[in-house]
């Protein structure tokens, strides 16, 4: 039998496996570093509640992936527990599955995120409506509208991600929306970034569609994704549904083994023979194969390639950068800011599942309110808010380095600052760290095309999902690589197929 090495347990890992154990006779082995399931798409456990390393929604346009996450859990068909407190019960079945009682659920969460700005919340995307000229107040309104029209009238070459912005949405608001959130989340000003990474994100929005939308409120199937209003997520996290695929795949005869951090692969010519890894103790294993699936980030494969390959493809992969992340769950009695939009919650806390924080004198970049994403993630829901403090950095900079307690201390001060809480409403606090949560569209980035045509002579390595084939790719894409990686380790379709997934335009969301 053929011996299958998957590199990851995230969810690009575990569909390859999960498919293959589907599919085929092949029993795979999947080597993952750390001891934990779902790679990024984690839930962490903080006391008796729980938090995403940011919130995770499950949202795809394949019924493939669909078909995936739906062999794990059912949607929800019964209402949950904060809308049998609210009384809204309408939308629901009497019978049927039901989060009260049971666990492998997806529950239908509504969408709504804002943006915070002046101490004031802002619709996301932004519309131009009353009640953001209201907030805005007449002169930024007016300088805005002058932007714009001198946007529309003098067109940049896209050459940056901030051409980007300003063709499409006008300097004056380009520089408050975009201008420091965009800093805040890269490292790196607007002006020096690909407009790849705009092109991805933004898709079709600009002033006018948030004019438009404004006027018409259009909903249903063509509306922008960004836009949409509801989505999927697993009773207790994302990581719920990684951790009922784990048990799946064992049943079905694949192998996970923790602690196995892949250092080194051995060639014969253009196949992979050995695989390495080491464990916490430095000691090493080494297995052969015969086909690897590797979700690893492609700098670390190709410092792991014990073979001798073109200098300049090699400082390619090398040097691919990346942007790392910090979370601070923050438990808290109450937020200081009051719920005014037309959506009862339960406490009247605040309607969002996530706020992108748009103030400039502070460095958190997105907070979180995990009730709003399952009232099942936060022990005494009724009593207490869950917070996420999401904090873009750098492995080994000053924040990263920073001691846990230090850190809560500056979370916690920074969002008392914005007005969001008061911090004697703080019961504690923990900290995450994610290396390498976001590939970076920088640098040597522009001549990422050798390095995958590279990989592609690798006969027997398939590239899948997000730091695997060094794209911002969702959940949904990371998996739809690993499917259609395994169509072609079984000669279905071309191995270029798996670069193709995530490269159509009309996909993605505006902001994560
Ligand atoms: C803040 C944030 C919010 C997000 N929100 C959403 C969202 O709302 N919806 C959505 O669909 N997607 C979202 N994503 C994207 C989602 O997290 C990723 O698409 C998904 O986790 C990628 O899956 P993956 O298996 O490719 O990689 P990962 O999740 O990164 O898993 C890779 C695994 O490989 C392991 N590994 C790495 N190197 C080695 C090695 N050398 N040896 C062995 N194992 C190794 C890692 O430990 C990890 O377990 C978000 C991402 C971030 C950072």
Redo the contacts with the bound molecule.
């Keep these: 039998m053929k011996k299958t090495y998957i590199?990851?347990?995230?969810?690009?890992?575990?569909?390859a496996a999960y498919k293959l154990l589907k599919e085929t006779d092949v029993k795979p082995v999947i080597?993952?570093?750390?001891s934990?399931?779902?790679?990024?798409?984690?839930t962490h456990r903080f006391d008796e509640n729980l938090m995403?390393?940011?919130?995770?929604?499950?949202?795809?346009k394949s019924d493939e992936v669909m078909e995936f996450w739906l062999s794990f859990a059912d949607i929800q068909e019964m209402p949950s527990r904060d809308d049998i407190i609210l009384n809204n019960l309408a939308k629901y079945k009497e019978t049927g599955v039901n989060p009260e009682t049971q666990d492998n659920v997806l529950l239908i969460r509504r969408r709504l995120s804002r943006m915070f700005f002046l101490k004031k919340f802002f619709d996301y995307p932004l519309k131009l409506n009353f009640e953001s000229f209201k907030n805005l107040g007449l002169k930024n309104i007016i300088t805005i509208g002058f932007g714009y029209l001198i946007s529309c009238i003098i067109k940049r070459k896209e050459n940056t991600l901030e051409d980007f912005y300003i063709n499409r949405f006008g300097k004056p608001l380009y520089e408050m929306f975009f201008e420091g959130y965009t800093e805040k989340l890269w490292g790196t000003h607007p002006s020096k970034l690909s407009p790849e990474w705009g092109a991805q994100r933004v898709k079709g929005l600009s002033l006018l569609s948030a004019i438009k939308d404004s006027i018409f409120k259009k909903e249903g199937k063509d509306v922008e994704t960004s836009l949409i209003k509801e989505?999927y997520y697993p009773k207790y996290g994302?990581g719920q549904l990684y951790e009922l695929a784990k048990e799946k795949i064992t049943e079905m005869g694949g192998t996970i083994l923790f602690n196995?951090?892949?250092?080194k692969l051995d060639f014969n010519g253009d196949k992979i023979t050995h695989i390495h890894?080491m464990n916490n103790e430095n000691q090493e294993e080494i297995f052969e194969c015969d086909e690897v699936f590797s979700?690893?980030?492609v700098k670390?494969?190709f410092k792991?390639f014990n073979k001798e390959i073109d200098k300049n493809i090699r400082q390619v992969g090398e040097n691919l950068a990346y942007r790392d992340?910090m979370?601070t769950g923050l438990l808290v009695k109450k937020l200081a800011v009051k719920n005014q939009t037309e959506f009862k919650t339960v406490s009247d806390i605040i309607p969002d599942c996530w706020i992108y924080i748009q103030e400039k004198n502070v460095k958190i970049g997105?907070l979180q309110i995990f009730n709003n994403w399952s009232p099942y993630l936060v022990k005494d829901f009724e009593n207490y808010v869950m917070l996420g403090l999401?904090y873009f950095c750098d492995e080994g900079d000053e924040m990263w380095t920073c001691d846990d307690n230090k850190f809560i201390e500056f979370a916690s001060d920074e969002l008392s600052k914005i007005g969001i809480i008061n911090k004697e409403d703080i019961i504690k606090g923990t900290v995450v760290r994610?290396k390498?949560?976001?590939p970076k569209y920088t640098g040597c980035y522009s001549e990422f095309p050798k390095v995958i045509e590279y990989l592609n002579t690798i006969e027997n390595l398939y590239c899948?999902?997000?730091?695997?084939?060094h794209r911002?790719?969702?959940?949904?894409?990371?998996?739809l690589?690993?499917f259609r990686a395994v169509d072609a380790s079984l000669g279905k379709c071309d191995k270029k197929i798996i670069w193709n997934v995530n490269t159509e335009k009309e996909y993605h969301?505006t902001k994560?």
């Excluded at 995403?52 to 795809?60: I, S």
């Excluded at 196995?260 to 250092?263: D, I, L, N, P």
């Design positions: 590199i990851g347990a995230g969810p690009a890992g575990l569909a080597l993952e570093e750390t934990d399931i779902g790679g990024i798409s984690r995403d390393l940011g919130g995770h929604r499950f949202f795809t989505f994302v196995r951090k892949v250092s890894t979700s690893m980030p670390d494969l792991a992340f979370t997105r999401e994610v390498k949560a976001y899948i999902g997000r730091n695997g084939q911002y790719n969702n959940m949904d894409h990371s998996i690589t690993a969301e994560n």
